[in-house]
Structure formats: C-alpha cells, structure tokens
C-alpha cells in the first residue's frame, strides 16, 4: 500500500511566522504535489515536483516556497504566514503519467 | 477560469438508490480523468479513472462515465449506503502533463 504521511494533523501559528510542512512518500513516486483545500474552491494546487530538486509553480503559488532535496520528501514553506493562508494543506504523490495521486492525511494548518 | 466543474454543492439520496454525480469540463485536451472520495479530516481517496478512449469504467459499485461530445463526466454508485456520504471531487489530466485540475466538489449524503 502506497503511503504518504504528513509532519502534522493539526499546526496554530502567528502570523509572520515561518512555517515547514513536511511530506514523506514510501512508494518511490517521482512526483509529488502541495494542495491547499478551501470550502467551495476545491483543492488547488500551490506546488507540484516531478524529480528531486526540481519544482514546478501550481495555480496559487504566491506566499509560498518548496524543497525536493530527496525523493521521498516534499515540504512546503510558508516565508511569512498570513491569516488567508488559514486552510487544509494535503500533499500527494504519483508515478510518472496517467495514474492516480495518493494523498495525505492533510494538515489543518490555523495562523491567528 | 475553472477547468472542471460540479456545479452540484451538494446532493442527497436515499440509501439503496442510485447517486449519480457530474462533472463538465472545458479543455479538450483532458486525458484521463479520476474520482476522489474524501471524508472529514482525511485526505482524498482515489475511486476510479477513465482515460479518454473510453466512455464507461466499472469497479464494483461504481460507474464513470464519459461523454467527450458533451465534455462530461459522471460517477454512479449503485446501491448507495451510509458508507458513501462524502465529498466528491472529480479531476482531469491535461494530455502529457503530470499534474490534475481538480472540480469544487459535491457533499453526498446518503440517508438511512
């Protein structure tokens, strides 16, 4: 069974915080993704990685940053967090090509 | 501009009966075309797929089909029970990229 853990079921932060989400794979995926999900906006994807060290910008990429520096693992970086970056983060991964995403448990993060 | 769309928030059914979920999409340039499930504080689950060469996939209780003339999908689960109540979201692959373009999603709940 593919798995995909996330550092975090639940994380509070101030605001201007940095913050580090980690994600480790144990299925030797090539590809891995950052989702956030909002109510009615669906998951949306921040950042996705389809080898190490190499990153690719998703459709809401600004106030964030990412690292591949091993195949397994894929954190996402909040610089400076902000209250609109209150949300659900969910991290995937997959093979290379037509095949399905394995997901994450998520991590509801909170920035008060 | 939203790629994939359910335009259905939420949908409520009787259990035993026949949920029936849609999706429409704009890019005809999709390829492949998934089925999530997720449940409250958990991350997606993957249902099923459907590459474009077909119109109709089946897994047990569940049914995609795709209609490519009128850019729409749809999930059947027959006969639904209490287990299904979720959220549905459906997703497409743009031909030759790695990432999916997710739908909003669609509450169903099955009622006993």
């Known amino acids: 069974d593919v798995k995909v853990t996330q550092s975090s079921r639940y994380l509070v932060k101030r605001t201007g915080e940095k913050v580090f989400l980690e994600c480790v794979q144990d299925?030797?995926?090539?590809?891995m993704f950052w989702y956030r999900q909002d109510p009615g906006l669906g998951l949306r994807l921040i950042y996705f990685s389809y080898d190490v060290k190499m990153k690719e910008k998703g459709d809401i990429p600004e106030g964030y940053s990412v690292s591949r520096e091993k195949k397994e693992r894929f954190s996402l970086i909040l610089e400076s967090a902000s209250t609109n970056q209150t949300s659900m983060y969910l991290c995937?991964?997959?093979?290379?090509?037509?095949?399905?995403?394995?997901f994450g448990p998520g991590t509801r993060l909170t920035v008060t | 501009d939203q790629q994939v769309k359910q335009n259905s928030p939420s949908l409520s059914v009787q259990e035993g009966r026949i949920s029936i979920l849609n999706c429409d999409y704009t890019?005809?340039?999709?390829?492949?075309f998934l089925w999530y499930k997720k449940y409250p504080a958990e991350g997606p689950t993957f249902l099923i797929s459907i590459s474009s060469i077909k119109d109709k996939n089946e897994d047990g209780r569940f049914t995609v089909f795709l209609n490519k003339s009128a850019k729409h999908l749809s999930l059947h689960i027959v006969p639904s029970q209490p287990g299904d109540s979720a959220v549905y979201f459906c997703a497409a692959r743009h031909l030759g990229a790695q990432k999916l373009v997710f739908g909003q999603g669609t509450r169903l709940t099955i009622n006993p």
């Open positions: 995937a991964s997959s093979l290379r090509g037509p095949h399905e995403q394995y």
């Open positions: 890019n005809s340039m999709f390829d492949y």
């Open positions: 299925m030797d995926h090539e590809n």
